[in-house]
Each structure stands twice: as structure tokens, then as C-alpha cells.
């Protein structure tokens, strides 16, 4: 399976090296060494969703996301919404989860983002640079016409 190309600054969809045996398999997902891991820790999250559950959009203006699907399948949709960003108003349209490789994508501040569950339950685990801070939480409409993004479709 080919990984999506990511064209957003700030961006960073890393493919994870796994480890299969007889038994499973071993995947390390971050490693502070990482040197896409830049702004540090402050929060480990996880969160799971039900088949067809949309969150979609919020942002944040200060932290940094990492998101890792570890059960089912997500949708993701990134929106570049900084204003000194040289890809300001790109969307992106990707799925992660099983079935897939292995990856960890790093969403920087300023890039709204969402996901849809197309298969479920799905199960998101996430880091952020920051505890949480509900002024750091922005939220948008989900069918804001600006994003030009359509969250009720099927696609895949």
C-alpha cells in the first residue's frame, strides 16, 4: 500500500516500521528522537469512536497533534487555515487505520482537522504538545463552505 502524499506545510505523515511474529506484531510510534517530534509532550490521549461518527472541524492555535488509529479505520481531513502558511487553504483527504501501514501523522497549529469513522468502533490514540486548554480549542462547522470538503460522503 502506498502512503498518501502530503503536501501541507507543517504537515508529516510518517510510515512506522512493524515488527510481525507468530505472536502479533511490535510498532514503535514516536520516539523523542524523532526529529519530526519537535515540540514535545504534554498530553497522551485516546479516544474511540463508534461507524459513522464525524469530528469535524476544530483547531488549535497553540498545540501540536499526533495522531496514531490503532483499531478501525478513520477518514481524515486536514485544512490549512494559518495565515503565513505557503499552502494556506489546502485540504487533505487520507484514510489511516487497520488495514493499512502503520503511520503517525503530526498536525501543527492552525490546520483545522477532523475525522469520519468508516470503520468501527475506531480507536485514535493521541499526543499533544499541550495539556488541554479549552481556549485552545476552536471549533467550525463541519460543512463550512470554505474548506470545500464534503464529510457525508462514502469516499474512501
Known amino acids: 500500500m502506498t502512503l498518501p502524499i502530503v503536501r501541507m506545510a507543517g504537515v ?28 514535545g509532550f504534554g498530553q497522551w490521549s485516546h479516544s474511540t469512536m463508534i461507524a459513522g461518527v464525524i469530528k469535524a472541524w476544530h483547531e488549535h492555535p497553540i498545540q501540536t497533534d499526533y495522531w496514531y488509529v490503532c483499531a478501525g479505520v478513520l477518514r481524515v481531513g486536514l485544512w490549512d487555515r494559518r495565515e503565513d502558511s505557503p499552502t494556506r487553504g489546502v485540504t487533505l483527504d487520507f484514510v489511516m487505520g487497520e488495514g493499512r501501514p502503520g503511520m503517525v501523522l503530526k498536525i501543527p497549529p492552525g490546520v483545522a482537522h ?29 460543512d463550512a463552505p470554505e474548506a ?7 469516499r474512501i
Open 12 to 39: 508529516h505523515l510518517q510510515e512506522l516500521a512493524t515488527h510481525p511474529d507468530d505472536r502479533g506484531f511490535f510498532r514503535e510510534i514516536i520516539r523523542v528522537s524523532d526529529p519530526w517530534f519537535t515540540p
Open 114 to 142: 477532523g475525522c469520519k469513522v468508516i470503520e468501527g468502533p475506531a480507536h485514535l490514540v493521541y499526543l499533544t504538545t499541550h495539556t488541554y486548554n479549552p481556549a485552545d480549542e476552536l471549533r467550525i462547522p463541519l
Open 148 to 154: 470545500h470538503f464534503d464529510w457525508l460522503s462514502d
